[in-house]
C-alpha cells in the first residue's frame, strides 16, 4: 500500500491552488490600502470622502461582485480556455502565484486573474487546444473594461461634484 502519483498530484495541486490565494491577497492588499490612503487624504483636504466608508464600499462590492459574478469566471477558467490535465493545472497555477508573489515583491500591481489566464492561453497555445473563441473574448473585455470604468467614474465623479457643491 503505497501512495500514487495521482495523489500527490492533486495534494500539490490544492496547495498550488492556495498559493495563488496567498498571492492574489498579498497583490491586492496595498492596491485596496492605496485606495484608503487617498480616501483618507481627501478627508484631511476636508472632503466628504470617509476611510471607513470606503473600506465598506470596497468590501461590498467585491463581496457582490463576488457572489455574482465568481462561478462563472471559475467555469470560464477551468474549461472554456483550455483542456488541460491535472499536470497542467498545477502549474498554471504555480507559475500563477511564482509570477504574483514574484511582482509583489518588487510592489509592481498586477491582475492576478490576466496572469492566470496568460497561463492558461500559454498552454493551450503550447497544447494546440486553445478555444481561441474564448480568449479573444476575454482579450475584448480586457480592452473594453479599462476606458468603460474611466468613462463611467467620469460621469460619476461629475454627477457627485454638481450634487456636492
Not at 22 to 30: I, K, S, V, W
Not at 37 to 48: E, K, Q
Not at 78 to 98: C, K, P, R, W
Not at 124 to 144: P, Y
Amino acid at each position: 500500500m503505497g501512495v500514487s502519483a495521482k495523489t500527490i498530484l492533486d495534494v500539490a495541486h490544492f496547495f498550488s491552488a492556495g498559493l495563488v490565494c496567498f498571492a492574489r491577497g498579498l497583490n491586492d492588499t496595498p492596491k485596496i490600502a492605496a485606495i484608503l490612503l487617498a480616501g483618507s487624504s481627501f478627508t484631511a483636504m476636508g472632503n466628504s470622502i470617509v476611510v471607513t466608508s470606503s473600506t465598506a464600499v470596497v468590501a461590498i462590492v467585491m463581496m457582490f461582485g463576488g457572489l455574482i459574478f465568481a462561478k462563472r469566471i471559475a467555469e470560464t477558467m477551468s474549461y472554456q480556455i483550455t483542456e488541460m490535465n491535472d499536470g497542467q493545472g498545477f502549474s498554471a497555477n504555480f507559475v500563477t502565484s511564482l509570477i504574483v508573489i514574484g511582482a509583489s515583491q518588487f510592489g509592481m500591481p498586477v491582475s492576478t486573474t490576466h496572469v492566470s489566464c496568460g497561463s492558461l492561453f500559454g498552454i493551450g497555445t503550447i497544447t494546440k487546444q486553445a478555444h481561441w473563441r474564448s480568449i479573444l473574448k476575454i482579450l475584448m473585455a480586457w480592452v473594453v473594461t479599462l476606458p468603460l470604468a474611466g468613462g463611467l467614474g467620469c460621469v460619476i465623479f461629475l454627477i457627485l461634484r454638481k450634487i456636492l457643491s
